[in-house]
């Protein structure tokens, strides 16, 4: 459980900094 919640929030992470990456001005 613990690991998954690890797992979510570091694909959250991810895609979050790929997307300010992507399209700064929506930040």
Same mark, same amino acid.
């Given at each position: $459980?613990? *690991?998954? =919640? =690890? =797992? +979510?929030?570091g +694909? *959250?992470t $991810? %895609? %979050? =900094? *790929?997307?300010?990456? +992507?399209?700064?001005p929506?930040a």
């Amino acid at each position: $459980a613990l *690991a998954d =919640l =690890l =797992l +979510v929030s570091g +694909v *959250a992470t $991810a %895609t %979050t =900094l *790929a997307w300010h990456r +992507v399209s700064p001005p929506a930040a």
